[in-house]
Structures are given as C-alpha cells and as structure tokens.
C-alpha cells in the first residue's frame, strides 16, 4: 500500500471546515485506491519554514512514498489530490490564486510545456505541492 503523508503546517493552531472536509474525503477516496494518507499538523507555529521543517523531519521518519504539502486554508477535490500522487515525477504542485485583490497564482516563471501534459515552472508554491521521498531524502 502506498503511503502518503499530508502535511500542513497551521499558525494559529486551527484549520477550517472546508479543509477538515477536503482531508475526510480525500482520505476516503485514496483509501478506495490502496493509498493510505496520513494526516499530520504542526500547529502554533509563527515561522511556516520551521514548521514545514519539522514535519519533513516527522514525515520521514514515517517512511511515505510521498509527502502532499497543503495550506490549512485550503480547500480541494480530493480527485486533485489524486491527480497529484499519479504524476511520475519527484515535484509536482497545483497552481492556486493568491490572496490579493488581483487575480495571481502561486507560480514564480513563465510556465513551459513538458512533455507529459504538466507545465514546467522556476517556482511554485506549496500550498498544494507533492514531494516523492527521494526527493524529499535528496534535499534534507
């Protein structure tokens, strides 16, 4: 069974009903798919890089095969989070408007086609982004 850890990290130690929504459907859906989704929390924490850094650290003493990085104010079809573990490739993340007046997406770069249908990017945000294990052990 593939494991896949589901890591937010939250600021004021809460997250929304739409996203504990997004997290019981998904959970159940992967479920359907012999995919077993973790959830973990790092709530409380002012500096969102100390907490991402410390759930990488949790998350891979787990031993997933991936970790899906999710914003707690985000919401998703869990048929996203899905899409997101079938790509075969170590990266991979969604496009998500910003929190502005005007209409921006977390994406850094002119988005340039790659050859299985994804878009290649110079940087994207993680607010909903998919890190395989290795990819994650190379970088820690």
Not at 63 to 75: G, K, L, Q, R, T
Not at 89 to 103: L, Q
Request: proline share 5%; glycine share 6%; net charge neutral.
């Amino acid at each position: 069974m593939r494991k896949v850890i589901l890591a937010t990290p939250t600021y004021d130690r809460s997250v929304g009903a739409d996203y504990h929504f997004s997290v019981v459907q998904t959970i159940k859906l992967c479920a359907k798919n012999n995919i077993d989704v973790h959830p973990l929390l790092w709530p409380g924490e002012a500096l969102v890089q100390h907490a991402r850094n410390a759930l990488a650290q949790l998350a891979l003493q787990m031993e997933p095969n991936d970790i899906v990085w999710v914003d707690a104010d985000h919401s998703w079809q869990p048929e996203w989070f899905l899409r997101l573990l079938n790509h075969d490739v170590d990266v991979v993340g969604a496009a998500y408007p910003k929190k502005s007046d005007k209409e921006e997406y977390a994406v850094r770069g002119i988005p340039r086609d790659a050859e299985n249908g994804l878009w290649i990017v110079d940087g994207l945000g993680t607010g909903f982004l998919r890190v395989s294990k290795r990819a994650l052990k190379r970088l820690w």
